[in-house]
């Protein structure tokens, strides 16, 4: 048995990573990262936050996600939140008020009969569409107008080797080389695998947003808009 809580924070520590850059790069708020490093799991909304948050946590921080959501489910109880008993049904209550009209609930009846009728005719009618024209020319020259998303790759401090590769490990092989000081590679795109000798000589973004990477040598990740994970080998 381990402390789950210390084990996390001082695997943090040692990488010399923030609240902030792990935020950003597991999508995971501040709150609940120092929640989970506190072990104080009332605070977070569910088992099955719970269990989703130290996975991804663990797995970012170069851990093995698996073993920290087995020792949390040994250790804790079923949070309270997720055993809601089904509510019973309400008892009837009898009130001295007013009869309802009857000629109002005919009226309202006639009412939805007349605007269903109206709607079944619009439908019914030859040639008739519910397409309004211009509309989806409109969301295609929006998507064609839109921006690709890209990977900029930016050599800091001495720079660093890096090999870059379309979607996987086995993908295409974008880019092969030291990026140096200064120097900027852009590669279009939405996930790359990279292998990145020295994470401290290189600053990337994806999509105009920051991607924080481990202090660790010959560091191997996959990047997507929605995170970045860190793979083993």
Known sequence: MFEI???????????????????????????????????????????AYIRGFLRTYADYLGLDGDVYVDEYASRFITSWRDEVPPKGERPRIRTRGRPVDRRVVLLAFAGIVVVAALVFAAFSIPGSST???????????????????QLVLKGVNRGTYVEVRRGRASGKLDLQG????????????DRFYLLVRTPAGLHITLDGRAVALPAAHNLRVLVTPQRTTRLRG
Do not use: C, M, W
Request: cysteine-free; aromatic content about 4%.
């Open 5 to 47: 809580g210390n084990s996390l924070r001082e695997a943090r520590e040692r990488q010399g990573l923030g609240y902030p850059e792990i935020e950003l790069a597991t999508k995971i708020r501040a709150k609940y990262i120092r929640a989970l490093e506190e072990e104080d799991f009332t605070s977070i909304p569910g088992d």
């Open 131 to 149: 397409h309004v024209p211009g509309i989806g020319t409109k969301n295609r020259q929006q998507r064609q107008s839109e921006p690709t998303r």
């Open 178 to 189: 030291t990026v140096a000081p200064g120097q900027t590679d852009r590669i279009p795109g």
